[in-house]
């Protein structure tokens, strides 16, 4: 579904940010990641090359054999919205527009008809126990409820891919479980998914944990019991990308 491959990052604000130096992972389709690692070692800034938000300064990002790095921005969006959810870190949503309006607003864009997407937006909202605050604007949510509309919005277009950064950060427990559930669900029904987080219980959801330290892929780990090698050591499938 997606390679990443010897992914290089600079920001450029006066002095060059070097943010990633050489990451390469592969994505399987159907395969669900958790991405952890401490705060400003990269973990934003790869999912935002993988959902095609922002393009490599070096190596590139393969969405389905597709080189999306060296695509034009029209191509990019379009792949964007056909296939990607995602949730952001900050939420950001349309301060204007009711979490009901916030939800439909990926399905305007591929010209869905307006019931529709409203009743597609509802059936989201009620899945994530919004169905009461659809005419709430953001501000007059709190913010695991801004959560919950940046969730639901990133599944409004039915991703194969979906992209989510912190989502259940500003959650309770037992919203965030049932958060996870949705996500379990998903990726039952064969949805790639890759989940950004700091919380080790969240992320032992996933199938494995790609770990970032300072920019480089330090190591992926399965968190289910690995089946000992004949040495009694456990296995680790080796995901990295190679060519
Ligand atoms: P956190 O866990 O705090 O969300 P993160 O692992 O997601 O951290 P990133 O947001 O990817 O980290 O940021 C990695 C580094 O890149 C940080 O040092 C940050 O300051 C820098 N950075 C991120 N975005 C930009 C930008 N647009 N311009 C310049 N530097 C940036
Ligand atoms: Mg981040």
Not at 93 to 98: D, G, I
Not at 144 to 153: D, F, N, W
């Amino acid at each position: 579904m997606v390679s990443v491959e010897e992914v290089h990052k600079v920001y450029q604000l006066g002095e060059p940010v070097p943010v990633l130096n050489g990451v390469s992972v592969a994505l399987p389709r159907g395969s669900y990641t958790a991405i952890m690692g401490p705060s400003g070692s990269g973990k934003s800034t790869l999912l935002n090359l993988i959902g095609c938000l922002d393009r490599p300064s070096a190596g590139s990002v393969r969405i389905d054999g597709i080189d999306v790095s060296t695509l034009d921005d029209a191509d990019r969006t379009t792949i964007r919205r056909d296939k990607v959810g995602f949730v952001f870190q900050q939420f950001n949503l349309m301060p204007k527009l009711t979490a009901t309006q916030n939800v439909a607003l990926p399905l305007v864009f591929k010209g869905v008809p307006r019931d529709r997407r409203r009743s597609r937006a509802n059936e989201l909202l009620g899945r994530m126990d919004m169905a009461d605050r659809g005419d709430h604007r953001p501000n007059e949510l709190s913010g695991g409820q801004r959560q919950r509309v940046a969730i639901a919005r990133a599944l409004a277009n039915d991703p194969v891919l979906l992209l989510a950064d912190e989502p259940t950060g500003s959650l309770d427990s037992e919203t965030g479980a049932r958060i996870m559930d949705v996500f379990e669900t998903l990726h039952e029904a064969g949805n790639t998914i890759v989940l950004v987080t700091h919380e080790r219980p969240i992320a032992e959801h996933a199938e494995r944990i790609v770990h970032l330290l300072d920019g480089e892929l330090e190591r992926i780990e399965e968190p289910a019991d690995a089946p000992p090698d004949e040495d009694g050591r456990e296995t680790e499938t080796d995901y990295r990308w190679t060519s």
